[in-house]
Structures are given as structure tokens and as C-alpha cells.
T-cell receptor, first 113, second 119 residues
Framework: DAKTTQPPSMDCAEGRAANLPCNHSTISGNEYVYWYRQIHSQGPQYIIHGLKNNETNEMASLIITEDRKSSTLILPHATLRDTAVYYCIVRVPPSSNTGKLIFGQGTTLQVKP | GAGVSQSPSNKVTEKGKDVELRCDPISGHTALYWYRQRLGQGLEFLIYFQGNSAPDKSGLPSDRFSAERTGESVSTLTIQRTQQEDSAVYLC?????????????????FGQGTRLTVV
């Protein structure tokens, strides 16, 4: 699986958009970009994933650059409950051979009032 | 059940004892994963099951660690002769396998974990 690089920490004001960057310059053609977050003392929670097109769901938007070497997770209106560690992961979907998610150190997002 | 269930939620054991941790995945999820998270650290991959087979055991730290899965459902992670460095939260996750190349709904759903403390 390709490695990812994320800033260790970020702050965001409550109600503003949080933009979390991720570099994955060695991503291969069949690898997807997944985002998870882990709120303190809980298991990781899936947020969104994509291959090459931008994606949006009820939680967030995912913007992937045309060369797929980087992406940005956007939380449009951050709340205090969005304070968590956010993980960017690139992987192939589960198959008969593989499927593990490799978690890096992630970005600790602190949403402030 | 609605989500991934793990038991026990907390386990305190004496050094040298064996422990078994249980994971009940979401019904119908063929993929199952075990991770370990030490205090203040990231998630370490341990093992991946597809059905009852484990094609990837590369993360198991030593031969004291083993896992099995039966009925393409429940999985048990066993740690023999526990050591203090085994203290961590052990997380289980499950997901669907892509159907004929359609990669929707392949996200992993995690349980709340078992907090293991070896004293």
C-alpha cells in the first residue's frame, strides 16, 4: 500500500470549513483514497473514499487532484464534535489476498469555539 | 447486530496468562481485521480474514498471537503468555468484499475495542 503524509495537527474555528490535506505521491492506479477519523476513546469511523473523482456525502467532501498524488478532506461546517484524529489511507479494496488499511499518524484536528 | 461487537470491553490479566478476545462482525461482512492501538499511538495492523481464511497475517507480532474465524462470522484473537507490552486496545473491523469489481460499500466498520491491561 502507498504511504501517505499528513500534517500532525491543525486547528479550525467552529462553524468554519476544515480542510485537511494528504499527500500520496506513490499511489498506484488501483488504489483508492479513504478517510477515517478516530474520536478519543472510540474506534475509527469511516468518512469517505474515492478513486479519482471528487466525492461528497453527508459528512464531508473529498477533493482528489487530477494526478491523484494528493487529496483534501473538507468538513464544510466544523463542530466541536469533529475534534478527532483524521487518517488518510490509500489501499486496494478487500480481496482474497489483501485489504488491510495501513494507518499513519494522522492529523489531529482541534475545533475551537 | 447493527455494528461490530467486541467482548470483553475491558480485560485485566496477570502477566503470563492467556487471553481470548472476541469479535462479532456485521452480518454478511466477509472481510474481518484485527488492529492493536497502544496508548497514545496509531493503529497497528495484526491480521486480515477473508471468509475463514487469513491471507494476511503479517502484523502478528509474535507466535504468542493467533487468531481464527469460524462460520465466516465470529473471530477470536488469542494472546498466550501475555506480557506487559501487550497492553493496548485491540480493535476489530469488518467490511464487504467488492462484488464483481464494484467497489462501493467496502469501507471498514470498527468496533469499540477491548482494552487489555497486563499487570
Amino acid at each position: 500500500d502507498a504511504k501517505t503524509t499528513q500534517p500532525p495537527s491543525m486547528d479550525c474555528a467552529e462553524g468554519r470549513a476544515a480542510n485537511l490535506p494528504c499527500n500520496h505521491s506513490t499511489i498506484s492506479g488501483n488504489e483508492y483514497v479513504y478517510w477515517y477519523r478516530q474520536i478519543h476513546s472510540q474506534g475509527p469511523q469511516y468518512i469517505i473514499h474515492g478513486l479519482k473523482n471528487n466525492e461528497t456525502n453527508e459528512m464531508a467532501s473529498l477533493i482528489i487532484t487530477e494526478d491523484r498524488k494528493s487529496s483534501t478532506l473538507i468538513l464544510p461546517h466544523a463542530t466541536l464534535r469533529d475534534t478527532a484524529v483524521y487518517y488518510c489511507i490509500v489501499r486496494v479494496p478487500p480481496s482474497s489476498n489483501t485489504g488491510k488499511l495501513i494507518f499513519g499518524q494522522g492529523t489531529t484536528l482541534q475545533v475551537k469555539p | 447486530g447493527a455494528g461490530v461487537s467486541q467482548s470483553p470491553s475491558n480485560k485485566v490479566t496477570e502477566k503470563g496468562k492467556d487471553v481470548e478476545l472476541r469479535c462479532d462482525p456485521i452480518s454478511g461482512h466477509t472481510a474481518l481485521y484485527w488492529y492493536r492501538q497502544r496508548l497514545g499511538q496509531g493503529l497497528e495492523f495484526l491480521i486480515y480474514f477473508q471468509g475463514n481464511s487469513a491471507p494476511d497475517k503479517s502484523g502478528l507480532p509474535s507466535d504468542r498471537f493467533s487468531a481464527e474465524r469460524t462460520g465466516e462470522s465470529v473471530s477470536t484473537l488469542t494472546i498466550q503468555r501475555t506480557q506487559q507490552e501487550d497492553s493496548a486496545v485491540y480493535l476489530c473491523a469488518s467490511s464487504l468484499r467488492p462484488d464483481r469489481g464494484i467497489f462501493l460499500n467496502t469501507e471498514a466498520f470498527f468496533g469499540q475495542g477491548t482494552r487489555l491491561t497486563v499487570v
